[in-house]
């Protein structure tokens, strides 16, 4: 039989059809889907005259292959229902030619075409999804298989790094047990005393520090962090922590300094203590990872909103692809070394605290911060830059806080406030 008459007679029909499904579909989608849908009754018009399915299946292929329809803003999830609309459509629209002989003939004809195409998106949206959740499981298991390194890694990073002061404490304090007995009455037994004690005091000081980053981890991982606002000032804050690190950059022979920059000097509201925290672990960083006689520059700029500070070294640098990892906890790229535990010893050791707790005070600020290092490189020293957005947020988070510093008469009480910023406690890194 000659379907060609029969297929341009149920033409309109199934366009017909075919509009009102389009009516859902926005309009900048609707070309993409008549296109598609023309497509394939040329499809099934070439199956019936050829006998072979193969228009038909090379169309849906294509639909899978290149998501055609995706442009129409069909998803590949949905074919094999939008297949057996266009079917039912087209056997409506069959239905509808005067000639019953006709449409029964269609109909037969078309039934295998209708079974073939419908089968095949089927089994190739089966597909499909088994290999997206395959993805989805292989993911899974890579990121429980992360998890789990992490936490063996903190295992031994956090072994190691509470054993140092330990031991130093537990050595110390030995001989301050041996030293009992004998009488403490010239000057040299005193200073021998007060060696002993500062190495307790020391090893505490250290053992709180490590417990307190382990705390901030974890208040950051829930959500619990709470910032104290307060009004800020960059410049200050730079500065003190340029001063706490002076003598080390001595003795590293490291050039250590800050290049004022436009809104350093501005108030915005913040909590200084937990600022001077973060800007603190990235200087520590940097004097960390950059050997003997490098330069760490701290400059900074002013944007629509925010202030950019950047913290530049000329260390050891970041590989490209640990940019996003060193944020995460106790996540020390390369191999971790446990020889030589130390804030600012070059390369010295650390529980890997430091920067999940800065991206998470910065975080919880409304500000964002990021590496930029064009690799790891011991011999030839590309440095790493690591940059940090806050909000310039000139109102006080609440009211509370507005009558707490006065927001009216701001500048007196402010600067006096500051004062009290200027001395924040000090913590972790
Ligand atoms: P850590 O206690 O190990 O210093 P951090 O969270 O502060 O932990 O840093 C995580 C890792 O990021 C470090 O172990 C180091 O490998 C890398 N890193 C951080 N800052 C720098 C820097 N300025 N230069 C090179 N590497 C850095």
């Excluded at 039989?1 to 579909?25: G, K, T």
């Excluded at 070439?46 to 299946?57: C, K, R, V």
């Excluded at 990121?143 to 404490?169: C, M, N, Q, V, Y």
Aim: charged share 25%; net charge negative.
């Amino acid at each position: 039989m000659d379907f060609d008459r029969a297929l341009n007679e149920i033409h309109p029909a199934w366009s017909q059809f075919l509009a009102v499904e389009a009516a859902h579909l926005p309009d900048s989608a609707r070309p993409d889907f008549d296109a598609e849908t023309q497509a394939y009754f040329t499809a099934i018009r070439q199956a019936l005259t050829s006998g072979a399915h193969d228009a038909l299946l090379t169309l849906v292929e294509r639909w899978y292959e290149r998501d055609t329809l995706g442009m129409a803003g069909i998803e590949t999830s949905t074919l094999p229902d939008l297949l057996t609309r266009l079917w039912q459509y087209f056997f409506a629209a069959a239905q509808g030619l005067p000639e019953r002989e006709t449409a029964a003939a269609l109909t037969n004809a078309c039934l295998p075409l209708c079974c073939t195409t419908i089968v095949h998106a089927t089994r190739r949206e089966g597909d499909t999804r088994v290999a997206r959740v395959s993805d989805e499981l292989e993911q899974a298991r890579e990121s429980l298989e992360r998890l789990d390194r992490s936490k063996s890694d903190f295992i031994a990073i956090a072994a190691h790094e509470l054993k140092t002061p330990l031991t130093l404490i537990d050595g110390y304090a030995a001989m301050l047990r041996d030293l009992r007995d004998e009488p403490v009455a010239d000057a040299t037994a005193q200073a021998q005393l007060d060696i002993l004690l500062y190495g307790i005091a020391n090893g505490t000081r250290r053992l709180r520090e490590i417990v307190d980053d382990m705390i901030d981890v974890s208040m950051i991982d829930n959500n619990l962090l709470s910032l104290h606002f307060q009004p800020v000032w960059l410049k200050q804050l730079l500065e003190i922590i340029l001063q706490e690190f002076a003598p080390v950059a001595r003795e590293r022979r490291l050039s250590l300094y800050l290049e004022p920059f436009p809104g350093c000097e501005e108030m915005f509201f913040g909590d200084a203590e937990r600022l001077y925290q973060a800007l603190r672990n990235l200087v520590a960083n940097a004097i960390k990872y950059t050997p003997d006689h490098g330069q760490i520059a701290l400059r900074g700029r002013k944007l629509s909103g925010f202030v950019e500070v950047t913290i530049q070294d000329t260390g050891i640098g970041i590989d490209p692809a640990d940019h996003a990892r060193i944020f995460e906890k106790f996540s020390r790229v390369g191999s971790p070394a446990l020889h030589s535990t130390g804030k600012t010893k070059f390369k010295g050791g650390g529980p890997g605290l430091g920067l999940p707790i800065t991206k998470g005070i910065i975080e919880a600020h409304g500000g964002a911060i990021w590496v930029e290092s064009d690799g790891h490189d011991e011999i030839n020293l590309p440095g790493a830059t690591f940059h940090v957005l806050i909000p310039l947020r000139k109102e006080p988070p609440d009211e509370r806080i507005a009558r707490l510093f006065q927001v009216s008469g701001l500048a007196g009480e402010a600067q006096r406030s500051a004062a009290g910023a200027a001395h924040p406690t000090q913590s972790g890194g």
